[in-house]
């Protein structure tokens, strides 16, 4: 595809990136387990949906499409909800009574669904409605106790939307714990297409002779700079049992402790070689970092310990860097100055 339309492409994948992180107001979004090893976002999307190619049975795209946009819901989410319902059998039915591929139970359905809910079209339209409705039941708690907002939806979905505000969470059910587990990691593995056509592998910034430290030395890459989920993940996961977060170039701290941004306790810091980077590391266990505003932490030393604190379901370090001269604990989904670490790390003499 020519060059200019291949950009016009790019800007819009960026552009419902950041209308969809200010809908779900997703500071430090990251709701990906550390176990999940495939790297999302490497295959083509159905243009302005986020979903992958290919993925989504039967040309049902449009009307996942269309319940994103009702729903504010990104569309790999959906997708990955109706495989776990009723694995995309417009047939299924429960002992409970739920039926249909979205398995809407008869007095849901009263509410949110017209004709058939056996009619692929109509269940998945009512799916976009009811997780609507979901969202703005749960908006309370998410905003009191900074949850995602669409964790929070999905547990509605499975729990019914009381649970939600009786538990001020994500209810204690297993099947419901289950559930808001399996759907984001399916959307990421399965269903997430990378919409943004970044141009993989390229060094946007020079960062000077010398090798770093990694971030988190024996760490694997989990999730890579890309879409996931159809909204944008500004900076790449790096997992490892007992892993110790480590600064990989001397910093200047200028942030540690628990914001509730939604990245739990991380650490932001400032490279002191004359690049003037910025660092985040993001979802700290709670309490494991001593460093203050103000200090130094020299090349390799500890940072904090890997947790899953924050907008997080399983321990990993979620690490971002943006372009020098960014403002001072600048927030990615609102500066636009979030760069891929990756190519600066391999530069540095990694592999991940
Ligand atoms: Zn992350």
Redesign the pocket.
């Known amino acids: 595809m020519p060059a200019s339309v291949k950009l016009a492409v790019a800007a819009i994948g960026v552009l419902s990136a950041l209308l969809l992180g200010m809908m779900f107001a997703v500071t430090g979004g990251?709701s990906?387990a550390a176990s999940s090893a495939k790297q999302p976002g490497t295959s083509a999307c159905v243009a302005g949906s986020g979903l992958r190619a290919g993925t989504v049975p039967n040309g049902w795209e449009a009307d996942i499409l269309a319940a994103a946009q009702t729903s504010g819901v990104p569309g790999p989410i959906l997708a990955a909800q109706l495989e776990v319902e009723s694995g995309w059998n417009p047939n299924a039915a429960s002992t409970k009574g739920a039926r249909g591929l979205a398995q809407f139970l008869p007095g849901t359905w009263q509410a949110y669904g017209q004709g058939s809910p056996t009619d692929p079209k109509a269940a998945i339209a009512a799916q976009g409605k009811y997780m609507a409705a979901l969202l703005q039941a749960v908006s309370s708690v998410a905003t009191s106790t900074g949850a995602d907002k669409v964790v929070l939806a999905l547990a509605a979905y499975n729990a019914g939307p009381g649970r939600i505000t009786e538990y001020h969470g994500v209810p204690p059910f297993a099947e419901t714990q289950a559930y808001v587990a399996k759907i984001p990691a399916l959307a990421q593995q399965t269903y997430a297409g990378d919409c943004t056509q970044q141009a993989g592998g390229e060094v946007v910034v020079q960062v000077g002779p010398g090798q770093w430290a990694s971030p988190l030395p024996g760490g694997i890459l989990t999730?890579t700079f890309s879409m996931r989920w159809g909204v944008m993940?500004w900076?790449?996961?790096l997992a490892v049992a007992g892993g110790q977060v480590t600064a990989p170039t001397e910093l200047l701290i200028t942030w540690a402790g628990d914001h509730g941004d939604g990245y739990g306790t991380s650490v932001v810091g400032r490279t002191t070689d004359g690049t003037d980077l910025q660092m985040r590391f993001?979802h700290c266990a709670a309490g494991s970092t001593t460093l203050t505003t103000g200090s130094t932490a020299p090349a390799g030393s500890k940072l904090c310990d890997m947790g899953s604190t924050g907008d997080s379901t399983g321990p990993?370090l979620?690490f971002e860097i943006y372009t020098p001269g960014s403002p001072q604990n600048a927030y990615a989904t609102s500066c636009g100055c979030a760069i891929d670490p990756l190519p600066i790390l391999t530069g540095k003499g990694m592999s991940f």
């Open positions: 990251d990906d999730s993940h900076g790449i996961d993001g990993h979620h």
